[in-house]
T-cell receptor
Framework: GESVGLHLPTLSVQEGDNSIINCAYS??????FIWYKQESGKGPQFIID?????DKRQGQRVTVLLNKTVKHLSLQIAATQPGDSAVYFC???????????FGKGTSLLVTP | DAGVIQSPRHEVTEMGQEVTLRCKPI?????LFWYRQTMMRGLELLIY????????DSGMPEDRFSAKMPNASFSTLKIQPSEPRDSAVYFC???????????FGPGTRLTVL
C-alpha cells in the first residue's frame, strides 16, 4: 500500500548545527504534507506544512523542501537547539482524504 | 486558545475494567480524530468524526472499543473490557475542516495490568 517513510530513524547533531530530516512518500497524488514534532510525553505538534504546488516553504528556523520528481520531503532546522530534541514525523493525507498517514518518525538528539 | 484537551492524562487499570477517555476539541473545529500510538505500530487512526457524525471507524480494533461525540465540544473513547494489549497512548486531534492540518491533544497514557 501507499505509505510515508523516513530514511533515518535517529539523528544526532551538535547544538548550533543545522539539521536535515528526510522523508520519502509514495502517493504522488498527495496535495499537501505536514511536519510534526513530538516531544517526550506530549502529543505531536504542528511545525509546518507545504502544498504540492510549492517547492519550498520557510518558517521560523525551519524550512521544508518538496521534490515531487523523486517524491522526497525534507525538514531543515537552522541553528539546532536542545529544545529541538524530539521525534519528527512527516505526514500526508491518506486515501480517504481526511486521515493522515504518518511515517515512523525520526528521533533528533541535540548534543551540547 | 486552550488547544485540544484530553483527560485523564494517565490511566492505570486492571484487565477487564472499563476505561473511558475524554476529549474536548478546539472550538470551531468540525473534525475530530482518535489515534493510538505504540512503539510497534506508531500512530494509528481509530475513528474519525465530522460534524459529530462518525465517518470512518475502520481503525477501531474490535467491538470492545466504542466512541461517541454527543456534541461539537466533547468526545469519548471507551474500552470495555480492557486488555493488557490495549496499553498505549491515545491521542485526540481536531481540525477546522477536512482535509486540513490536525492539532493534537497531550494524550492519555493507558496502562492495563
Amino acid at each position: 500500500g501507499e505509505s510515508v517513510g523516513l530514511h533515518l530513524p535517529t539523528l544526532s547533531v551538535q547544538e548550533g548545527d543545522n539539521s536535515i530530516i528526510n522523508c520519502a512518500y509514495s502517493n504522488s497524488a498527495s496535495d499537501y504534507f505536514i511536519w510534526y514534532k513530538q516531544e517526550s510525553g506530549k502529543g505531536p505538534q504542528f511545525i509546518i506544512d507545504i502544498r504540492s504546488n510549492m517547492d519550498k516553504r520557510q518558517g521560523q528556523r525551519v524550512t521544508v523542501l518538496l521534490n515531487k520528481t523523486v517524491k522526497h520531503l525534507s525538514l531543515q532546522i537552522a541553528a539546532t537547539q536542545p529544545g529541538d530534541s524530539a521525534v519528527y514525523f512527516c505526514a500526508e493525507p491518506g486515501n480517504s482524504g481526511y486521515a493522515l498517514n504518518f511515517g515512523k518518525g525520526t528521533s533528533l538528539l541535540v548534543t551540547p | 486558545d486552550a488547544g485540544v484537551i484530553q483527560s485523564p492524562r494517565h490511566e492505570v487499570t486492571e484487565m477487564g475494567q472499563e476505561v473511558t477517555l475524554r476529549c474536548k476539541p478546539i472550538s470551531g473545529h468540525n473534525s475530530l480524530f482518535w489515534y493510538r500510538q505504540t512503539m510497534m505500530r506508531g500512530l494509528e487512526l481509530l475513528i474519525y468524526f465530522n460534524n459529530n457524525v462518525p465517518i470512518d471507524d475502520s481503525g477501531m480494533p474490535e467491538d470492545r472499543f466504542s466512541a461517541k461525540m454527543p456534541n461539537a465540544s466533547f468526545s469519548t473513547l471507551k474500552i470495555q473490557p480492557s486488555e493488557p494489549r490495549d496499553s498505549a497512548v491515545y491521542f485526540c486531534a481536531s481540525s477546522p475542516r477536512e482535509p486540513d492540518t490536525q492539532y493534537f491533544g497531550p494524550g492519555t497514557r493507558l496502562t492495563v495490568l
